[in-house]
């Protein structure tokens, strides 16, 4: 063998002995790693454990209702935080069985028609890509109003509600996202929105409130309502006047 082929062979040699040293290195690091995070020397193992344990732990909700209730019934003093909150979750839960079904029937009979155009859009989509969107065994684990604000024109409440499925997508036979056997464990906001001033927008199901004196629109907010047309009060708080107007999942492009 020619000093060439010798020198050759001693470099991969000592290359290979390289490489396979730092293999077991960061293996033995990746074992410490895992049984220090996992409590297992397998990362796979340890890794699936860990999704077990986030598929079983409900998401934390942004819980405003104790500050935002009080500034709400200030507003609108009828206001029943028990009645919206059973209202939301039943339009989220009836939205979620909609798409999973593909059925709009599904969904509540209060539902407005911007969520009914969001749910036919969604199923047609399904349809179209020969996709099949399921949501079983929904279960809401907490609901908390998240926010409330004044905008031109309405009022707006976000409720925001953690929730458990599972929840999986397939396409020709075969899970394309999601999981059969693990659940999702994820949030949703919803919004309820108060009209004002009803010449601003074009909601469906947002009733603007007219003064029954008159039936000019009252346009404020507050305890005692005054008709800036005939001068009298006006009592119109109740749930009809507010709509549920959005709902989406909580993640990064909406937080």
């Known amino acids: 063998m020619s000093s060439g082929a010798i020198v050759g062979l001693v470099l991969f040699c000592a290359v290979g002995g390289g490489l ?3 293999f077991f290195y960061l293996k033995g690091k990746l074992r410490e790693f895992s049984k220090a995070a996992f409590g297992t020397e397998s990362f796979i193992e340890g890794y699936k454990r860990q999704a077990d344990v986030l598929a079983e732990q409900p998401k934390s ?71 099949k969107e399921r949501y079983e065994n929904i279960r809401i684990h907490q609901t908390e109003i998240s926010n409330y604000r004044h905008e031109p ?37 919803i ?17 603007g409130t007219t003064c029954p004196h008159c039936g000019a629109p009252i346009k404020g907010i507050g305890k005692n309502f005054v008709c800036e047309y005939c001068g009298l009060g006006v009592t119109p708080i109740n749930i009809k ?3 549920l107007h959005k709902f989406y999942e909580v993640d990064y492009n909406h937080v």
């Not at 609108?76 to 039943?90: G, H, I, T």
């Not at 919004?191 to 009733?207: C, G, K």
């Open 241 to 243: 006047v507010w709509s």
């Open 61 to 131: 909700v942004c819980g405003m209702t104790r500050l935002m209730e009080p500034q709400i019934m200030r507003d609108f003093p009828d206001f029943s935080w028990a009645q919206f909150k059973a209202k939301a979750e039943n339009l989220l839960t009836s939205a979620l069985y909609a798409i999973s079904e593909g059925n709009l029937s599904r969904l509540a009979a209060d539902t407005s028609e911007s969520v009914k155009d969001e749910i036919r859009t969604r199923i047609e989509e399904n349809n179209f890509s020969q996709i």
């Open 191 to 207: 919004e309820l929105i108060y009209v004002q001033d009803a010449d601003m927008f074009e909601f469906d199901n947002a009733y």
């Open 153 to 189: 024109g309405k009022c707006i409440i976000t409720i925001q509600s953690a929730v458990g499925y599972l929840f999986y997508k397939e396409q020709n036979g075969k899970v394309i996202e999601g999981s059969k056997e693990r659940k999702k464990q994820t949030k949703y906001n």
């Open 20 to 22: 396979i040293g730092v």
